[in-house]
């Protein structure tokens, strides 16, 4: 498969999996900075292949075909992701940027080799799970997302579910990361902010870190 079907492909899987969010041709196009016409033409050659279910106007869905090219795509991406954080000490967006890269030259083969070099880990730095070779992914219903957090607990990062440079590196920057513990200082709901009390030090965060964000 070309390079754009398979960003086409995860992207949906991207979207159909993230909280407040869709996958209608705008949101996709949007995703992958392409116009509608474009996104609603790939479309329709995809669901001709048998890897998306596509209906004008609504959201795309992919086929059991399409999903399991959607995980194997984010299998090789997420253990590139570990393998350049562990081994070179990439920082969180630049493991992603190259990872975006890797993931398409990557063959089954290499994948399992990197897998067992890395001892077959369960899950990325950013806390994203690892799917298997067979596509099975691992789910965690007790994470719940900052925005949800009570007041005057503490809770650990899980997962920073963002592929954003600027999210990435202030979540760096700031020490919000996959491990650490943090309290809950306060809630707002207008305007959608959370404080938090990290490293003795109280931050307030807005709307886009509190809704990807995972705790445990």
Known sequence: ??????????????LDTSEGKDSRPGSIASELGISYAATTD????????DLIHYKKYQEIRLT??????????????????LFLHQTFGLSMQDIHREAEMLEHQTSDF????????????MFDPHG???????GNIITDPGRILL??????ETYMISRIYSSS????E??????LLVGTGITIVGQFQSPQMTEILLHEQKLILSREFTQVIYLT
């Open 1 to 14: 498969m070309s390079i754009s079907t398979e960003n086409f492909i995860k992207t949906i899987y991207m």
């Open 42 to 49: 790939m479309a329709r050659k995809l669901a001709e292949k």
């Open 64 to 81: 059991r075909e399409g999903r399991r090219m959607a995980l194997d795509i984010l299998r090789k991406h997420r253990l590139w992701e």
């Open 110 to 121: 290499l994948a399992e080799k990197l897998s067992d070099f890395l001892g077959n880990p």
């Open 128 to 134: 994203d799970p690892i799917p298997d070779k067979d």
């Open 147 to 152: 925005a949800a957090a009570v007041p005057g």
């Open 165 to 168: 440079r600027e999210i990435l």
């Open 170 to 175: 202030f979540c760096e920057m700031n020490g």
